[in-house]
T-cell receptor, first 115, second 114 residues
Framework: DAGVTQSPTHLIKTRGQQVTLRCSPKSGHDTVSWYQQALGQGPQFIFQYYEEEERQRGNFPDRFSGHQFPNYSSELNVNALLLGDSALYLC??????????????FGSGTQLSVL | AQSVAQPEDQVNVAEGNPLTVKCTYSVSGNPYLFWYVQYPNRGLQFLLKYITGDNLVKGSYGFEAEFNKSQTSFHLKKPSALVSDSALYFCAVRTDTGRRALTFGSGTRLQVQP
């Protein structure tokens, strides 16, 4: 049973560019959340997708956008990259977004470096 | 608003000794509390959760955590530490109202010496 898979594992971009990160959830999961983990910090919630719609959003600018496909996989897009966007981007999947006690399964992340 | 504080950046303990990693939280409403562990170059792995019921929660790899409502704490414990427990530990909180996303603490690095 495949867990959460993310691609690519590493990415180097320059300021002003755009980037797309991809995530396939754990088999049977229908909800995908994205987190940003800056060096030395805990993960920060970006947004969550369920039934192909953004259901919740954290305190991130509109440069951060996403999409969920019918097969539950998801993409995170970041436009006009800034140096401060350099971080580990984590995808987490779960079953059902209204459940209060759902356990999140995390991928290994995409390490984004902005030069 | 909800928040989590992990007051120790690093905890050092000798193998075989008990360990405690501290966590305090602030939420409006009932807290749902979680502990996750992160090994190098890996994503976060779920250890345990408190939703309701018994204040002592048992989780993976022999870890347990105690929910203390009056002190708004959820400390992670293990009776006997292993070198393989060395990793980065994150406490997280959410509620059943409002925003349901997890809020994580800044993490505590656990170093277990042989």
């Amino acid at each position: 049973d495949a867990g959460v898979t993310q691609s690519p594992t590493h990415l180097i971009k320059t300021r002003g560019q755009q980037v797309t990160l991809r995530c396939s959830p754990k088999s049977g999961h229908d909800t995908v959340s994205w987190y940003q983990q800056a060096l030395g910090q805990g993960p920060q919630f970006i947004f969550q997708y369920y039934e192909e719609e953004e259901r919740q959003r954290g305190n991130f600018p509109d440069r951060f956008s996403g999409h969920q496909f019918p097969n539950y996989s998801s993409e995170l897009n970041v436009n006009a990259l800034l140096l401060g966007d350099s971080a580990l981007y984590l995808c987490a999947s779960s079953l059902g977004y209204r459940g209060a006690n759902e356990k999140l399964f995390f991928g290994s992340g995409t390490q984004l470096s902005v030069l | 608003a909800q928040s989590v504080a992990q007051p120790e950046d690093q905890v050092n303990v000798a193998e075989g000794n008990p360990l405690t990693v501290k966590c305090t939280y602030s939420v409006s409403g009932n807290p749902y509390l979680f502990w996750y562990v992160q090994y190098p170059n890996r994503g976060l792995q779920f250890l345990l959760k408190y939703i309701t019921g018994d204040n002592l929660v048992k989780g993976s790899y022999g870890f347990e955590a105690e929910f203390n409502k009056s002190q708004t704490s959820f400390h992670l414990k293990k009776p006997s530490a292993l070198v393989s427990d060395s990793a980065l530990y994150f406490c997280a909180v959410r509620t059943d109202t409002g925003r349901r996303a997890l809020t994580f603490g800044s993490g505590t690095r656990l170093q277990v010496q042989p």
